[in-house]
T-cell receptor, first 116, second 114 residues
């Protein structure tokens, strides 16, 4: 499978616990994005990596959230001290700037987080 | 700042009829424009994009969209709707000159009735 892969697909956690999600982008893609989507809403931008450098962060990304892409390949998103308001679908996407004909991002199937 | 508006929460259309899903955008520079579709409990699937050139762009599954710079609009269209087109549709914009993130609209739920 050459698509964007996210793990786990579903996560249920108790309030106050830490969670970590993983994203494996399409292998030749150098750009990686994290978005959050709540029910009935459009995806909201969280952060963006170009290779291993985190170049943009949304104000939505509080200090409880951290993202890494240590070798410019897979990425992790960690949420510390989860709150019920963190319950959402977390979407990862990747794209490439190496081919000028490609500008779109390709999305994974998401990780659905439920904080109880 | 970039923004996208999709003024209709819901669009209902009979199977076989043409469909239109509205989208307007705001960017400080020139836009890249995209349409994505989302089925229940799934990620977003790319449908089509406007980058440059012809204002009418064609994409997957018979969908097309027309870029209108003066109206800052990019409506999604299909000549003949199928029941299987029923899903959530998102319009997105990326500013060519500022940042790399995609800004999405709130989505429009399309229901195609048999």
């Amino acid at each position: 499978d050459t698509g964007v892969s996210q793990d786990p697909r579903h996560k249920i956690t108790k309030r106050g616990q830490n969670v970590t999600f993983r994203c494996d982008p399409i292998s030749e893609h150098n750009r990686l994005y994290w978005y959050r989507q709540t029910l009935g809403q459009g995806p909201e931008f969280l952060t963006y990596f170009q290779n291993e450098a985190q170049l943009e962060k949304s104000r939505l990304l509080s200090d409880r959230f951290s993202a890494e892409r240590p070798k410019g390949s897979f990425s992790t998103l960690e949420i510390q001290r989860t709150e019920q308001g963190d319950s959402a679908m977390y979407l990862c996407a990747s794209s490439s700037d190496r081919d000028r004909s490609h500008h779109e991002a390709f999305f994974g199937q998401g990780t659905r987080l439920t904080v109880v | 700042a970039q923004s996208v508006a999709q003024p209709e929460d819901q669009v209902n259309v009979a199977e076989g009829n043409p469909l239109t899903v509205k989208c307007t955008y705001s960017v400080s520079g020139n836009p890249y424009l995209f349409w994505y579709v989302q089925y229940p409990n799934r990620g977003l699937q790319f449908l089509l994009k406007y980058i440059t050139g012809d204002n009418l762009v064609k994409g997957s599954y018979g969908f097309e969209a027309e870029f209108n710079k003066s109206q800052t609009s990019f409506p999604l269209k299909k000549p003949s709707a199928l029941v299987s087109d029923s899903a959530l549709y998102f319009c997105a914009v990326r500013d060519r000159n500022y940042g790399q993130n995609f800004v999405f609209g709130p989505g429009t739920r399309l229901s195609v009735l048999p």
